[in-house]
Protein backbone atom coordinates (compact mmCIF):
# COMPACT_ATOMS: atom_id res chain seq x y z
CA UNK A 1 0.00 0.00 0.00
CA UNK A 2 2.55 2.37 0.95
CA UNK A 3 4.49 2.13 -2.13
CA UNK A 4 2.24 3.29 -5.49
CA UNK A 5 3.13 4.77 -8.41
CA UNK A 6 1.19 6.61 -10.79
CA UNK A 7 1.06 8.79 -13.90
CA UNK A 8 -2.79 9.36 -14.00
CA UNK A 9 -4.74 9.48 -10.77
CA UNK A 10 -6.06 12.90 -10.52
CA UNK A 11 -3.09 15.17 -11.16
CA UNK A 12 -4.67 16.61 -14.42
CA UNK A 13 -7.30 18.60 -12.19
CA UNK A 14 -4.60 20.24 -11.24
CA UNK A 15 -2.77 21.00 -14.96
CA UNK A 16 -0.32 18.59 -14.66
CA UNK A 17 0.78 16.59 -17.53
CA UNK A 18 2.68 13.58 -17.29
CA UNK A 19 4.08 13.47 -14.41
CA UNK A 20 5.91 10.60 -12.66
CA UNK A 21 3.60 10.62 -9.73
CA UNK A 22 5.10 8.80 -6.78
CA UNK A 23 2.01 8.67 -4.03
CA UNK A 24 2.71 8.58 -0.24
CA UNK A 25 6.18 6.90 -0.06
CA UNK A 26 7.35 5.10 2.76
CA UNK A 27 10.38 7.03 4.94
CA UNK A 28 12.84 4.15 3.30
CA UNK A 29 12.25 4.50 0.41
CA UNK A 30 12.36 8.74 0.31
CA UNK A 31 15.50 8.17 2.41
CA UNK A 32 16.59 5.90 -0.40
CA UNK A 33 15.86 8.15 -3.57
CA UNK A 34 17.01 10.87 -1.87
CA UNK A 35 20.59 9.23 -1.26
CA UNK A 36 20.87 7.87 -4.78
CA UNK A 37 19.93 11.27 -6.36
CA UNK A 38 22.51 13.25 -4.38
CA UNK A 39 20.36 14.93 -2.51
CA UNK A 40 20.92 14.57 1.05
CA UNK A 41 23.27 11.66 3.07
CA UNK A 42 22.98 9.38 5.97
CA UNK A 43 24.75 10.53 8.94
CA UNK A 44 26.49 7.66 11.74
CA UNK A 45 23.04 6.59 12.84
CA UNK A 46 21.36 6.31 9.77
CA UNK A 47 19.39 9.67 9.93
CA UNK A 48 18.87 11.48 6.21
CA UNK A 49 20.39 14.80 6.12
CA UNK A 50 19.83 17.34 3.50
CA UNK A 51 21.07 21.15 2.55
CA UNK A 52 18.38 23.44 1.84
CA UNK A 53 20.72 25.65 -1.00
CA UNK A 54 20.16 29.25 -0.76
CA UNK A 55 17.36 29.69 2.08
CA UNK A 56 18.07 28.81 5.50
CA UNK A 57 15.03 30.07 6.96
CA UNK A 58 11.66 31.16 5.66
CA UNK A 59 11.96 34.64 3.29
CA UNK A 60 9.05 36.70 4.76
CA UNK A 61 9.32 39.61 2.54
CA UNK A 62 7.93 37.19 -0.05
CA UNK A 63 5.07 35.83 0.95
CA UNK A 64 1.71 37.11 -0.29
CA UNK A 65 -2.06 36.18 0.46
CA UNK A 66 -4.26 37.11 -2.61
CA UNK A 67 -6.45 39.74 -2.18
CA UNK A 68 -10.13 38.91 -3.86
CA UNK A 69 -13.81 38.88 -2.15
CA UNK A 70 -13.06 36.43 0.82
CA UNK A 71 -9.63 38.48 2.01
CA UNK A 72 -10.20 42.21 1.36
CA UNK A 73 -11.66 42.85 3.94
CA UNK A 74 -10.73 40.59 6.99
CA UNK A 75 -7.05 40.27 6.57
CA UNK A 76 -4.83 43.29 8.39
CA UNK A 77 -3.03 43.91 5.27
CA UNK A 78 0.65 45.93 5.34
CA UNK A 79 4.39 44.84 5.73
CA UNK A 80 3.63 41.26 7.30
CA UNK A 81 0.23 40.44 5.03
CA UNK A 82 1.15 41.52 1.55
CA UNK A 83 -1.56 41.34 -1.20
CA UNK A 84 -1.55 39.55 -4.64
CA UNK A 85 -3.93 39.88 -7.06
CA UNK A 86 -6.09 36.46 -8.36
CA UNK A 87 -4.89 36.99 -11.51
CA UNK A 88 -1.43 37.19 -10.70
CA UNK A 89 -1.63 33.70 -8.72
CA UNK A 90 -3.32 32.14 -11.68
CA UNK A 91 -0.52 33.20 -14.20
CA UNK A 92 1.99 32.05 -11.24
CA UNK A 93 0.16 28.64 -10.20
CA UNK A 94 0.15 27.78 -14.62
CA UNK A 95 4.38 28.60 -14.34
CA UNK A 96 4.31 26.02 -11.39
CA UNK A 97 2.46 23.62 -12.73
CA UNK A 98 4.28 23.82 -16.66
CA UNK A 99 6.99 23.32 -14.64
CA UNK A 100 6.41 20.69 -13.01
CA UNK A 101 5.10 18.38 -15.84
CA UNK A 102 6.57 15.74 -17.57
CA UNK A 103 8.59 15.37 -13.87
CA UNK A 104 9.46 13.45 -11.89
CA UNK A 105 7.21 14.66 -8.24
CA UNK A 106 6.16 13.06 -5.07
CA UNK A 107 2.44 13.52 -3.45
CA UNK A 108 1.21 13.34 0.37
CA UNK A 109 -1.82 12.65 1.63
CA UNK A 110 -2.14 13.87 4.99
CA UNK A 111 -4.21 16.40 7.41
CA UNK A 112 -4.05 18.87 10.05
CA UNK A 113 -5.50 19.63 13.37
CA UNK A 114 -5.55 16.16 15.24
CA UNK A 115 -9.47 17.22 16.85
CA UNK A 116 -11.48 15.23 14.75
CA UNK A 117 -13.84 17.66 14.49
CA UNK A 118 -11.92 20.12 12.94
CA UNK A 119 -9.41 17.64 10.69
CA UNK A 120 -8.40 19.24 7.48
CA UNK A 121 -7.14 16.97 4.72
CA UNK A 122 -4.00 18.45 2.94
CA UNK A 123 -2.42 17.19 -0.48
CA UNK A 124 0.96 17.94 -0.84
CA UNK A 125 2.54 17.85 -4.42
CA UNK A 126 6.43 18.16 -4.22
CA UNK A 127 9.63 18.91 -6.25
CA UNK A 128 11.69 16.87 -4.58
CA UNK A 129 11.48 13.54 -2.30
CA UNK A 130 12.89 15.25 1.03
CA UNK A 131 10.64 17.72 0.90
CA UNK A 132 7.92 14.98 0.87
CA UNK A 133 9.83 13.33 3.84
CA UNK A 134 9.35 16.34 5.49
CA UNK A 135 5.76 16.45 5.30
CA UNK A 136 5.45 13.23 6.29
CA UNK A 137 7.05 14.02 9.31
CA UNK A 138 5.16 17.18 9.76
CA UNK A 139 1.31 16.27 9.23
CA UNK A 140 -0.70 13.97 10.80
CA UNK A 141 -0.36 10.76 8.66
CA UNK A 142 -3.44 8.69 7.63
CA UNK A 143 -4.01 5.25 7.43
CA UNK A 144 -5.10 2.73 4.90
CA UNK A 145 -8.73 3.44 5.29
CA UNK A 146 -8.46 7.37 5.76
CA UNK A 147 -6.57 7.18 2.30
CA UNK A 148 -8.83 4.95 0.80
CA UNK A 149 -11.43 8.06 -0.47
CA UNK A 150 -8.93 10.97 0.24
CA UNK A 151 -10.05 14.21 -0.63
CA UNK A 152 -7.79 17.26 0.17
CA UNK A 153 -9.56 20.29 1.53
CA UNK A 154 -6.26 22.03 0.72
CA UNK A 155 -3.45 21.80 -1.72
CA UNK A 156 0.24 22.77 -1.03
CA UNK A 157 2.54 22.42 -4.52
CA UNK A 158 6.30 23.07 -3.69
CA UNK A 159 8.26 23.45 -6.76
CA UNK A 160 11.92 24.85 -4.95
CA UNK A 161 13.57 24.21 -8.64
CA UNK A 162 11.20 27.01 -10.29
CA UNK A 163 12.15 30.50 -9.91
CA UNK A 164 10.55 33.29 -11.39
CA UNK A 165 12.30 35.20 -14.47
CA UNK A 166 10.55 38.53 -14.41
CA UNK A 167 8.91 39.10 -10.52
CA UNK A 168 7.66 42.12 -11.23
CA UNK A 169 5.59 41.18 -13.99
CA UNK A 170 3.83 38.61 -11.79
CA UNK A 171 3.60 41.30 -8.65
CA UNK A 172 5.97 39.41 -6.14
CA UNK A 173 9.93 40.73 -5.16
CA UNK A 174 11.75 38.11 -6.31
CA UNK A 175 12.08 34.70 -8.34
CA UNK A 176 10.89 32.44 -4.70
CA UNK A 177 7.56 33.52 -3.13
CA UNK A 178 5.22 31.20 -1.08
CA UNK A 179 1.33 32.38 -1.65
CA UNK A 180 -1.75 31.81 -0.17
CA UNK A 181 -4.98 31.45 -2.13
CA UNK A 182 -8.49 30.95 0.51
CA UNK A 183 -10.32 31.12 -1.89
CA UNK A 184 -8.90 28.40 -4.15
CA UNK A 185 -7.44 26.76 -0.79
CA UNK A 186 -3.80 26.48 -2.22
CA UNK A 187 -0.99 27.06 -0.92
CA UNK A 188 2.17 27.53 -3.72
CA UNK A 189 5.87 27.44 -3.03
CA UNK A 190 8.36 28.23 -5.45
CA UNK A 191 12.25 28.85 -5.55
CA UNK A 192 13.14 28.15 -2.03
CA UNK A 193 14.32 24.81 -0.55
CA UNK A 194 13.60 25.57 2.88
CA UNK A 195 10.40 23.44 3.83
CA UNK A 196 9.47 25.51 6.42
CA UNK A 197 7.47 27.43 4.07
CA UNK A 198 4.96 24.70 3.45
CA UNK A 199 4.37 24.13 7.12
CA UNK A 200 3.81 27.40 7.96
CA UNK A 201 1.70 28.15 4.83
CA UNK A 202 -0.71 26.36 6.50
CA UNK A 203 -0.12 27.37 9.48
CA UNK A 204 -0.68 30.72 8.57
CA UNK A 205 -4.18 28.98 6.15
CA UNK A 206 -5.33 27.77 9.72
CA UNK A 207 -5.14 30.95 11.45
CA UNK A 208 -7.67 32.65 9.20
CA UNK A 209 -9.79 29.82 8.49
CA UNK A 210 -10.13 28.78 12.44
CA UNK A 211 -11.15 31.75 13.72
CA UNK A 212 -13.38 32.97 11.30
CA UNK A 213 -15.09 30.27 10.42
CA UNK A 214 -15.08 27.96 13.37
CA UNK A 215 -14.62 29.84 16.37
CA UNK A 216 -11.44 28.69 17.25
CA UNK A 217 -8.20 30.17 18.64
CA UNK A 218 -5.00 29.76 16.89
CA UNK A 219 -1.89 29.91 18.70
CA UNK A 220 1.96 29.82 17.58
CA UNK A 221 2.54 27.76 21.47
CA UNK A 222 3.78 24.41 22.76
CA UNK A 223 1.56 22.57 24.90
CA UNK A 224 1.45 19.80 27.49
CA UNK A 225 -0.91 18.00 29.94
CA UNK A 226 -0.12 16.73 33.45
CA UNK A 227 -1.43 13.23 34.99
CA UNK A 228 -4.66 14.87 36.39
CA UNK A 229 -5.23 16.23 33.05
CA UNK A 230 -4.20 19.74 33.53
CA UNK A 231 -3.25 21.30 30.11
CA UNK A 232 -0.48 24.05 30.18
CA UNK A 233 0.01 26.10 26.83
CA UNK A 234 3.32 27.81 26.39
CA UNK A 235 4.06 31.19 24.50
CA UNK A 236 7.34 32.32 23.63
CA UNK A 237 9.83 33.57 20.96
CA UNK A 238 13.09 31.99 19.28
CA UNK A 239 15.24 31.53 22.39
CA UNK A 240 12.60 32.12 25.44
CA UNK A 241 13.16 28.56 26.72
CA UNK A 242 9.57 27.11 25.30
CA UNK A 243 10.95 23.75 24.08
CA UNK A 244 13.03 22.63 26.92
CA UNK A 245 9.91 23.70 29.44
CA UNK A 246 7.39 22.24 27.77
CA UNK A 247 9.66 19.34 27.60
CA UNK A 248 8.97 17.53 31.26
CA UNK A 249 9.63 14.20 32.09
CA UNK A 250 6.01 14.49 35.07
CA UNK A 251 4.33 16.08 31.64
CA UNK A 252 3.26 14.43 28.43
CA UNK A 253 3.44 16.56 25.43
CA UNK A 254 0.44 17.66 23.27
CA UNK A 255 2.33 19.80 20.50
CA UNK A 256 5.43 21.73 20.18
CA UNK A 257 4.67 24.78 18.09
CA UNK A 258 1.01 25.30 16.24
CA UNK A 259 -1.94 24.22 18.79
CA UNK A 260 -5.81 25.67 18.69
CA UNK A 261 -8.32 26.41 21.47
CA UNK A 262 -11.52 25.29 20.52
CA UNK A 263 -15.14 26.28 21.96
CA UNK A 264 -15.94 23.05 23.53
CA UNK A 265 -12.98 23.56 26.02
CA UNK A 266 -10.25 21.41 23.73
CA UNK A 267 -6.36 22.18 22.70
CA UNK A 268 -5.71 20.70 19.78
CA UNK A 269 -1.91 20.17 17.82
CA UNK A 270 -2.48 20.96 14.48
CA UNK A 271 0.61 18.68 13.58
CA UNK A 272 2.06 15.50 13.43
CA UNK A 273 5.60 15.95 14.57
CA UNK A 274 8.02 18.56 15.67
CA UNK A 275 10.45 21.11 13.42
CA UNK A 276 13.47 21.75 16.26
CA UNK A 277 16.15 23.69 16.34
CA UNK A 278 19.25 21.72 16.61
CA UNK A 279 22.05 24.65 17.22
CA UNK A 280 24.65 23.61 20.12
CA UNK A 281 22.38 20.55 20.87
CA UNK A 282 23.56 18.11 23.66
CA UNK A 283 21.72 15.00 24.66
CA UNK A 284 22.03 16.48 28.74
CA UNK A 285 20.64 19.77 27.66
CA UNK A 286 17.66 18.54 25.51
CA UNK A 287 17.65 14.95 26.28
CA UNK A 288 14.01 14.55 24.11
CA UNK A 289 15.36 16.31 20.96
CA UNK A 290 18.65 14.56 20.65
CA UNK A 291 16.96 10.96 21.25
CA UNK A 292 14.19 11.74 18.65
CA UNK A 293 17.44 12.46 16.08
CA UNK A 294 17.29 8.35 14.27
CA UNK A 295 16.46 6.97 11.18
CA UNK A 296 12.72 8.75 10.18
CA UNK A 297 14.25 11.94 11.27
CA UNK A 298 15.57 14.55 8.22
CA UNK A 299 18.44 17.21 9.19
CA UNK A 300 18.67 20.15 7.73
CA UNK A 301 22.01 22.22 7.18
CA UNK A 302 23.95 20.43 10.00
CA UNK A 303 27.57 19.84 9.28
CA UNK A 304 29.67 16.50 9.81
CA UNK A 305 32.90 16.41 12.30
CA UNK A 306 35.95 16.42 9.44
CA UNK A 307 35.91 13.11 7.84
CA UNK A 308 32.94 11.69 9.58
CA UNK A 309 29.57 10.95 9.49
CA UNK A 310 28.61 12.45 13.02
CA UNK A 311 26.81 15.94 13.29
CA UNK A 312 29.17 18.31 14.81
CA UNK A 313 25.90 20.34 16.47
CA UNK A 314 28.07 23.21 17.71
CA UNK A 315 28.92 24.25 13.81
CA UNK A 316 26.93 27.06 12.30
CA UNK A 317 29.11 27.30 9.37
CA UNK A 318 25.98 26.65 7.04
CA UNK A 319 23.40 28.23 9.33
CA UNK A 320 22.29 29.11 12.90
CA UNK A 321 18.74 27.73 12.13
CA UNK A 322 20.27 24.03 11.59
CA UNK A 323 17.18 22.10 11.85
CA UNK A 324 15.37 18.74 12.85
CA UNK A 325 12.10 17.34 11.46
CA UNK A 326 10.63 14.08 13.20
CA UNK A 327 7.63 12.07 13.53
CA UNK A 328 6.14 13.60 17.02
CA UNK A 329 6.07 9.32 18.33
CA UNK A 330 9.60 9.73 18.21
CA UNK A 331 8.91 11.78 21.54
CA UNK A 332 8.34 8.88 24.19
CA UNK A 333 5.90 11.02 26.22
CA UNK A 334 3.11 12.10 23.90
CA UNK A 335 -0.28 12.67 24.68
CA UNK A 336 -2.47 10.54 21.72
CA UNK A 337 -4.20 11.81 20.17
CA UNK A 338 -2.67 15.17 20.33
CA UNK A 339 -5.33 16.75 22.18
CA UNK A 340 -6.68 18.02 25.79
CA UNK A 341 -8.80 19.82 28.01
CA UNK A 342 -8.94 23.29 28.93
CA UNK A 343 -5.50 25.41 30.00
CA UNK A 344 -5.41 25.86 33.79
CA UNK A 345 -2.17 27.97 33.09
CA UNK A 346 -0.75 30.05 30.46
CA UNK A 347 2.80 31.08 29.98
CA UNK A 348 4.37 33.62 27.91
CA UNK A 349 8.09 33.25 28.03
CA UNK A 350 10.28 36.07 27.18
CA UNK A 351 13.93 36.61 27.86
CA UNK A 352 14.46 39.97 28.52
CA UNK A 353 18.09 41.12 28.16
CA UNK A 354 17.09 44.39 29.70
CA UNK A 355 17.53 42.82 33.20
CA UNK A 356 13.85 44.44 33.99
CA UNK A 357 11.18 42.45 33.82
CA UNK A 358 10.52 39.76 37.01
CA UNK A 359 11.23 36.40 36.93
CA UNK A 360 7.82 35.32 37.28
CA UNK A 361 4.90 37.07 37.46
CA UNK A 362 0.96 36.70 37.37
CA UNK A 363 -1.17 38.79 34.62
CA UNK A 364 -4.53 40.14 34.78
CA UNK A 365 -6.83 39.66 31.60
CA UNK A 366 -6.28 42.92 30.46
CA UNK A 367 -2.43 42.59 31.11
CA UNK A 368 -2.58 39.04 29.24
CA UNK A 369 -4.32 40.35 26.26
CA UNK A 370 -1.45 43.52 25.72
CA UNK A 371 1.47 40.75 26.48
CA UNK A 372 0.07 38.89 23.94
CA UNK A 373 -0.41 41.70 21.11
CA UNK A 374 2.96 43.14 22.44
CA UNK A 375 4.65 39.56 22.04
CA UNK A 376 7.93 40.47 23.67
CA UNK A 377 11.39 39.37 23.96
CA UNK A 378 14.95 41.13 22.99
CA UNK A 379 17.53 40.27 21.20
CA UNK A 380 20.95 40.51 22.54
CA UNK A 381 23.44 42.99 19.99
CA UNK A 382 25.87 41.09 18.28
CA UNK A 383 29.10 39.99 19.84
CA UNK A 384 31.82 42.60 18.87
CA UNK A 385 34.10 44.95 21.18
CA UNK A 386 31.95 47.47 23.06
CA UNK A 387 28.27 46.68 21.74
CA UNK A 388 26.44 45.09 24.58
CA UNK A 389 22.99 46.96 24.47
CA UNK A 390 20.28 44.24 24.08
CA UNK A 391 17.45 45.33 21.04
CA UNK A 392 13.79 45.02 21.92
CA UNK A 393 12.21 42.72 19.70
CA UNK A 394 7.95 42.88 19.40
CA UNK A 395 5.98 40.05 17.33
CA UNK A 396 2.19 40.49 17.72
CA UNK A 397 0.82 36.91 19.33
CA UNK A 398 4.18 35.76 19.83
CA UNK A 399 4.06 35.10 15.56
CA UNK A 400 3.10 37.81 13.52
CA UNK A 401 4.77 36.19 10.30
CA UNK A 402 2.01 34.27 10.20
CA UNK A 403 -1.30 35.75 11.54
CA UNK A 404 -2.96 37.02 8.45
CA UNK A 405 -6.15 38.91 11.29
CA UNK A 406 -5.23 42.19 13.01
CA UNK A 407 -3.71 40.78 16.48
CA UNK A 408 -6.36 42.51 18.61
CA UNK A 409 -8.74 39.98 17.51
CA UNK A 410 -6.15 36.80 18.62
CA UNK A 411 -6.21 38.83 21.96
CA UNK A 412 -9.52 39.17 22.11
CA UNK A 413 -10.53 35.78 21.75
CA UNK A 414 -7.64 34.46 24.30
CA UNK A 415 -8.87 37.23 26.96
CA UNK A 416 -12.47 35.43 26.48
CA UNK A 417 -11.49 32.35 26.71
CA UNK A 418 -9.11 32.69 29.61
CA UNK A 419 -12.06 34.28 31.44
CA UNK A 420 -14.58 31.82 30.19
CA UNK A 421 -12.21 29.26 31.47
CA UNK A 422 -10.72 30.31 34.09
CA UNK A 423 -7.09 30.50 33.55
CA UNK A 424 -4.18 31.83 35.26
CA UNK A 425 -1.69 33.79 32.56
CA UNK A 426 2.04 33.97 33.91
CA UNK A 427 4.60 36.09 32.22
CA UNK A 428 7.88 34.29 32.88
CA UNK A 429 11.42 35.64 32.08
CA UNK A 430 13.93 33.50 31.24
CA UNK A 431 16.30 35.90 30.43
CA UNK A 432 18.53 38.67 32.89
CA UNK A 433 18.49 39.68 36.43
CA UNK A 434 20.83 41.87 38.62
CA UNK A 435 21.30 44.36 35.31
CA UNK A 436 20.74 43.80 31.84
CA UNK A 437 23.12 41.72 29.48
CA UNK A 438 26.55 42.47 29.86
CA UNK A 439 26.38 43.38 33.49
CA UNK A 440 23.80 40.97 35.11
CA UNK A 441 23.83 37.03 34.78
CA UNK A 442 21.00 35.19 33.10
CA UNK A 443 18.44 33.80 35.38
CA UNK A 444 19.16 29.53 36.15
CA UNK A 445 16.89 27.41 34.19
CA UNK A 446 16.79 25.23 37.66
CA UNK A 447 14.86 28.41 39.20
CA UNK A 448 12.68 28.99 36.31
CA UNK A 449 11.74 24.95 36.35
CA UNK A 450 11.05 25.39 39.83
CA UNK A 451 8.30 28.25 39.45
CA UNK A 452 6.64 26.07 36.52
CA UNK A 453 6.38 23.70 39.18
CA UNK A 454 5.02 25.99 41.57
CA UNK A 455 2.54 27.69 39.38
CA UNK A 456 1.72 24.32 38.03
CA UNK A 457 1.58 22.27 41.11
CA UNK A 458 -0.95 25.09 42.76
CA UNK A 459 1.85 26.18 45.10
CA UNK A 460 1.53 29.87 44.08
CA UNK A 461 -2.48 30.27 44.73
CA UNK A 462 -1.95 31.76 48.33
CA UNK A 463 1.23 33.61 47.84
CA UNK A 464 0.62 37.40 48.55
CA UNK A 465 1.84 39.40 45.06
CA UNK A 466 3.65 43.13 45.14
CA UNK A 467 2.51 45.34 42.00
CA UNK A 468 5.70 46.23 39.47
CA UNK A 469 6.10 49.69 39.62
CA UNK A 470 6.45 50.57 36.11
CA UNK A 471 4.59 47.56 34.26
CA UNK A 472 2.03 46.81 36.87
CA UNK A 473 2.81 42.89 36.95
CA UNK A 474 1.85 40.79 40.14
CA UNK A 475 5.22 39.65 41.66
CA UNK A 476 4.76 36.67 43.96
CA UNK A 477 6.51 37.58 47.32
CA UNK A 478 7.50 33.90 47.76
CA UNK A 479 8.30 30.67 45.67
CA UNK A 480 9.22 27.38 46.67
CA UNK A 481 12.90 26.66 45.49
CA UNK A 482 13.88 30.15 44.00
CA UNK A 483 15.70 32.64 46.27
CA UNK A 484 12.93 35.02 47.48
CA UNK A 485 15.57 38.19 46.92
CA UNK A 486 15.30 37.56 43.06
CA UNK A 487 11.20 37.80 42.50
CA UNK A 488 11.51 41.35 42.85
CA UNK A 489 14.35 42.38 40.05
CA UNK A 490 14.94 45.34 41.41
CA UNK A 491 16.31 43.90 44.41
CA UNK A 492 19.40 42.46 42.49
CA UNK A 493 20.23 45.81 40.98
CA UNK A 494 23.02 47.48 42.54
CA UNK A 495 21.70 50.66 41.48
CA UNK A 496 18.04 50.75 41.92
CA UNK A 497 18.14 54.30 39.97
CA UNK A 498 19.55 52.56 37.10
CA UNK A 499 16.83 49.90 37.62
CA UNK A 500 14.26 52.37 37.41
CA UNK A 501 15.53 54.63 34.35
CA UNK A 502 16.14 51.34 32.50
CA UNK A 503 12.59 49.96 33.47
CA UNK A 504 11.28 53.36 31.87
CA UNK A 505 13.26 52.74 28.82
CA UNK A 506 12.03 49.38 28.35
CA UNK A 507 8.08 50.54 29.14
CA UNK A 508 8.24 52.93 26.48
CA UNK A 509 9.45 50.42 23.75
CA UNK A 510 6.29 48.80 24.71
CA UNK A 511 4.19 51.71 24.57
CA UNK A 512 6.12 52.81 20.92
CA UNK A 513 5.33 49.23 19.82
CA UNK A 514 1.39 49.11 20.47
CA UNK A 515 0.95 52.34 19.01
CA UNK A 516 -0.26 50.45 15.94
CA UNK A 517 -2.61 48.52 17.77
CA UNK A 518 -4.19 50.81 20.10
CA UNK A 519 -6.99 51.53 17.54
CA UNK A 520 -8.41 48.21 17.65
CA UNK A 521 -7.72 47.45 21.37
CA UNK A 522 -10.34 47.78 23.83
CA UNK A 523 -9.85 49.88 27.26
CA UNK A 524 -9.18 46.90 29.16
CA UNK A 525 -6.25 45.83 26.73
CA UNK A 526 -5.34 49.12 26.73
CA UNK A 527 -4.89 49.39 30.20
CA UNK A 528 -2.65 46.38 30.79
CA UNK A 529 0.67 48.20 29.56
CA UNK A 530 2.73 49.36 31.36
CA UNK A 531 1.55 51.96 33.73
CA UNK A 532 3.55 55.12 32.12
CA UNK A 533 3.91 56.85 29.36
CA UNK A 534 5.76 59.65 27.80
CA UNK A 535 3.55 62.25 29.91
CA UNK A 536 3.56 60.35 33.25
CA UNK A 537 6.51 61.10 36.12
CA UNK A 538 6.99 57.88 38.02
CA UNK A 539 8.09 59.45 41.19
CA UNK A 540 4.64 58.77 43.08
CA UNK A 541 5.49 54.93 42.39
CA UNK A 542 8.43 54.86 44.54
Request: negative net charge; hydrophobic residues 35%; aromatic residues 12%.
Amino acid sequence: MDEVMETTKDLSKYGLQNATAHWNLSAETLQKITVEKGMGVESENGTLSINTGKFTGRSPKDRFLVKDDYTKDRIWWGRINKPISPENFDKLYDEVVNYLSDKEIYVRDGAVCADPKYRTNVRTITEFPWSNYFIKNMFLRLNEAELEDFEEDWLVLCAPGYECPNPKEFGIIAGNFSILNYTKKIALVGGSEYPGEMKKGVFTALNLILPVDKNVLPMHCSANVGKDGDTAIYFGLSGTGKTTLSADPDRKLIGDDEHGWTEDNTIFNFEGGCYAKVIDLTEEKEPDIYRAIRPGALLENVVFKEGTKEVDYFDSSITQNTRVSYPIDHIDNIQTPSYAANPKNIFFLTCDAFGVLPPVSKLSPGQAAYHFISGYTAKVAGTEAGINEPVPSFSACFGEPFMPLHPAVYAEMLSKKMKEAGVNVWLINTGWSGGPYGVGSRIKLKYTRAMISAILEGKLDEVEFDAHPVFGLHMPKYCPGVPTEILDPMNTWLQKGAYVSKSIQLAHSFHINFDKFASEASEEILNGGPLIDSHHSLDHHF
